[in-house]
């Protein structure tokens, strides 16, 4: 009985080491760096405060809703969705303002995929800003590229660079 508890939690220990590198290694990638666009806080989704929206739901909304792209600067530029508004992480409350002026809008707010968590901190951050509509699409960008939506940007159909051979 000993034996199998200690085997249980052995390997409850290692699936937690696997996750953590599993996220580490996601974030060198430079889409989502620690401290960055991609931060594990409780976002809306988890809070209630935001509700989470399908492919097929944004699809039809399309053009009645702001989308709003969570990731920094340089992927935003790289790839977004068509239209799109680019609010970071680290966007302060006066360009929040400036870039979506209607708080009653219907927003809803993307980021790079499901690893990606800047989509729960901007969607956190607008609700506390008084934005009474907004909405996740958890699956992100590159889900959207993957199924045809309208992408521009510098690389649009490649939003996080290649990986570099390391010298």
Do not use: W
């Not at 309208?150 to 649009?156: A, F, K, L, M, V």
């Amino acid at each position: 009985m000993k034996k199998a508890l200690a085997v249980q939690m052995m390997f409850a220990f290692a699936m937690i080491g696997y996750t953590n590198l599993a996220n580490d290694s996601y974030a060198k990638d430079g889409a989502c760096t620690k401290g960055s666009s991609c931060t594990k806080e409780s976002g809306c989704a988890k809070d209630s405060s935001c509700s989470l929206i399908d492919r097929s739901k944004l699809k039809s909304d399309l053009g009645n809703i702001t989308l709003v792209d969570a990731l920094d600067q340089k992927y935003f530029d790289r790839s977004h969705v068509k239209g799109s508004v680019n609010v970071p992480v680290s966007a302060d409350a006066n360009s929040i303002a400036q870039s979506l002026p209607n708080k009653e809008a219907k927003i809803v707010v993307y980021c790079m995929n499901t690893k990606c968590h800047a989509s729960d901190a901007v969607a956190k951050q607008l609700t506390s800003l008084g934005y009474t509509h907004v909405s996740i699409y958890r699956a992100g960008l590159q889900d959207l590229i993957s199924n045809g939506f309208d992408i521009e940007g510098t690389n649009p159909k490649e939003p996080v660079p290649p990986k570099t051979a390391s010298k």
